[in-house]
């Protein structure tokens, strides 16, 4: 059993030192990396998700959930850009997850990464379809209703046969070469930036400061003459016609708008200097989103009342109402350009995803192959843009769409605490003849003698807990006198460091908050609970038994973080750091865990099947070909520490013999 979890446990090992060396082709700067932000993200926010929002969520106040949803999204892209600084390697919150946890949770984060970015492409490939057959008068889905219908639960009305050939464009756009796709999308993105200024710019002529302030009598007529139920009414007017909780669930929709920027984060192999670019790129990208989706909201609401704005296609429909028609179809055209950049960006990162997996041996190895011509991940690209087509052109999008966030919410949680854990650890850079051998360099049973990897695996918590877990070659933190080898965790040495003050961690600092990391991520998780049971079920009275259990659990949070807050970060240099290390962390870790839990329990089980899907995937196939299964022995005498490096499906700092020997004594199973 002991064996089994530290088979489930082992972690990737990256050597920074030589990140320039990969099978990908180095060729994007910080501006292609910006732009396929940028693209990626400002595409269906733009063009549906402000219609749906000021209408029958937010109203007016769509502009304050855009705004607290930039600041979610710039939380989880703070700790993106920190890993992005300190493993600049393809893959994004699978190889953070995977170097840092451990190999199972990387491929839950990693086999949501595809589902995440397989139903966003297909949504955003229906959006498309829908605004091109706009413009010529529905005449794609007449064709295909009349002479093609469907009729089955969750799946579309029609085969949506132009959105398939639509992802099967930008799959050939995407083998031909990295700097080929990013250069039309980087046209594309001027293009929808030059479409954003001008409908702000314009818009701001034909704004009214009245939309902002409408009577609740206006509203009642608009509802009365257009015979909207009871159910579905338009508020009562004003900035917030819903009220305060009408904007907080309009700012959990307006939240999954800034998905895409993650896809930064699986270029860095493809990055010329991976450890500048993408964190600044990952900012800046941000940034620009948050004041373009701010912007146009606020323009949209002014221009024309909340409750008669289109859910569909909004943009153009406000222009066609107060009076600029020929704008309608510069507008139509620009939000083309948007969702193209949309799709673009997001196809680009999961082929980077599958090709990651695969070069580390949990999916289908064929996956990993790379194209001696464009040097992309060919097959990998054909396998998801299939994958994506289908989807789009069969599915009822609609109902799988909250399956994206729960992947997306997923990573950001997992990269977030990876952020608290990482940066109490000891420094990489230290190569102390003595020291530790720490996380990064892995630590197989087959490396030690019998009864060393014995007293070994009765520890194997201290491999989820500790970053740098004691070794029984390490002389190091290792149990004290009277206190039995191979009991565990050793709970005396963790209760000094909680009191100690250090001014450097050690590994039993860092073994210490990660403990204190999982008993933060429960009570986040028991808050959260609370907060979710009480606004569903208690109405405008507040049960004592939530006030009293919330302020018990958000104590708990708080002493918690308080401890954390007591040990010693490390003072490794990096282009990048979290500011306000542990508390932005902990916040983005609370925001996405709330989210999470308010999604229904359809996408939970939507969720269970996708999963178990994987599940037979990794344990009948990843677990066994996995390259963390190779053995490699690190020296105890020399005076400097052995590492090796995973870039792709390629060895580093191994020479073709050792590998070959070492091949030959991998086994065939695990006992």
């Known amino acids: 059993m002991q064996r089994a979890l530290g088979q489930l446990l082992r972690r990737k090992v990256v050597d920074l030192s030589d990140i320039n060396q990969t099978r990908l082709s180095r060729c994007l700067t910080t501006l292609d990396l910006t732009a396929l932000g940028i693209g990626s993200t400002l595409g269906a926010g733009i063009y549906v998700i402000i219609g749906k929002v000021a209408n029958d969520t937010a109203g007016p106040a769509v502009v304050l959930s855009f705004f607290i949803a930039a600041m979610a999204s710039i939380l989880a892209g703070l700790c993106y850009a920190e890993f992005g600084a300190r493993v600049p390697k393809a893959g994004s919150a699978y190889v953070y997850s995977y170097v840092t946890v451990g190999e199972f949770w990387a491929f839950i984060i990693g086999w949501n990464l595809i589902l995440e970015y397989a139903i966003g492409n297909a949504s955003v490939a229906r959006a498309f379809s829908t605004y091109f057959d706009s413009l010529i008068d529905n005449k794609i889905s007449n064709f295909f209703s009349e002479h093609m219908p469907m009729h089955l ?48 710019i314009c818009g701001l002529f034909k704004a009214d400061t009245h939309n902002w302030d409408l009577s609740q009598d206006e ?99 406000v222009f066609e109402k107060v009076g600029w028609k020929i704008a309608k179809y510069f507008v139509t055209a620009g939000a083309l350009c948007g969702l193209s950049t949309s799709l673009l960006g997001g196809m680009f990162p999961l082929p980077r995803v599958l090709f990651a ?235 996405n865990i709330y989210l999470m839990m308010k999604l229904d329990s359809a996408t939970w089980i939507r969720f269970a099947v996708w999963m178990a899907i994987g599940f037979l995937i990794y344990f009948g196939y990843g677990v066994w070909n996995s390259n963390e299964r190779r053995v490699y022995h690190f020296p105890q005498t020399s005076t400097s520490t052995s590492t090796r490096s995973l870039a792709g499906a390629d060895y580093q700092g191994i020479n073709a013999s050792e590998q070959s020997i070492n091949d030959d004594k991998l086994p065939s199973k695990v006992d």
């Open 153 to 200: 639960s969750g799946l579309s009305e029609y085969p949506d046969m132009f959105s398939l050939l639509i992802v099967m464009l930008i799959t050939v756009i995407l083998c031909l070469g990295v700097k080929e796709s990013t250069t039309i999308n980087n046209i594309f993105t001027v293009v929808n930036l030059y479409v954003v200024v001008y409908v702000i």
């Open 357 to 591: 997996m695969a070069s580390d041996g949990l999916i289908f190895r064929f996956l990993a192959r790379i194209n001696d011509r464009f040097k992309t991940p060919i097959i990998a690209t054909i396998v998801s843009g299939l994958f994506a087509g289908i989807m789009g052109m069969m599915f009822d999008v609609e109902e799988l769409v909250n399956m994206m966030s729960i992947g997306t919410l997923l990573a950001y949680t997992l990269v977030a605490a990876c952020v608290l854990i990482l940066r109490y650890r000891p420094s990489l850079q230290d190569d102390s003849p003595d020291r530790t051998p720490s996380s990064y360099e892995l630590q197989t049973y087959d490396n030690y003698s019998d009864e060393d990897q014995d007293v070994f695996e009765r520890s194997a918590l201290r491999r989820l807990l500790g970053p740098g877990s004691p070794t029984p070659s390490s002389s190091s933190d290792m149990p004290l006198s009277g206190e039995k080898a191979g009991s565990g965790v050793p709970w005396r040495l963790l209760w000094e460091q909680l009191i100690s003050r250090d001014s450097t961690p050690s590994n039993i600092s860092s073994q210490l908050v990660a403990m204190l990391v999982i008993v933060l991520g429960v009570m986040i998780i028991c808050l959260n609970g609370v907060i979710v049971a009480e606004l569903d079920t208690a109405g405008e009275v507040i049960p004592m038994w939530a006030i009293v259990m919330a302020a018990i659990f958000g104590l708990l949070v708080l002493l918690t973080l308080l401890c954390i807050v007591l040990q010693p970060q490390s003072t490794e240099k990096m282009s990048f750091k979290v500011p306000l290390v542990p508390f932005l962390p902990t916040i983005s870790m609370f925001v």
């Open 219 to 317: 509203v009642e007529k608009f509802d009365t003459s257009h015979h909207v139920s009871k159910n579905a009414t338009h508020g009562v007017g004003g900035f917030m016609p819903y009220g305060v909780s009408g904007m907080m669930s309009g700012a959990a929709t307006c939240f999954y708008a800034f998905v895409g920027f993650d896809c930064i984060a699986t270029t860095g192999e493809e990055v010329k200097n991976p450890q500048r670019a993408i964190p600044l790129s990952i900012v800046l990208s941000l940034l620009a989103c948050a004041i373009a989706y701010c912007g146009l909201s606020s323009v949209v609401t002014l221009m024309w009342p909340y409750y008669d704005i289109d859910i569909n296609a909004p943009l153009p429909y």
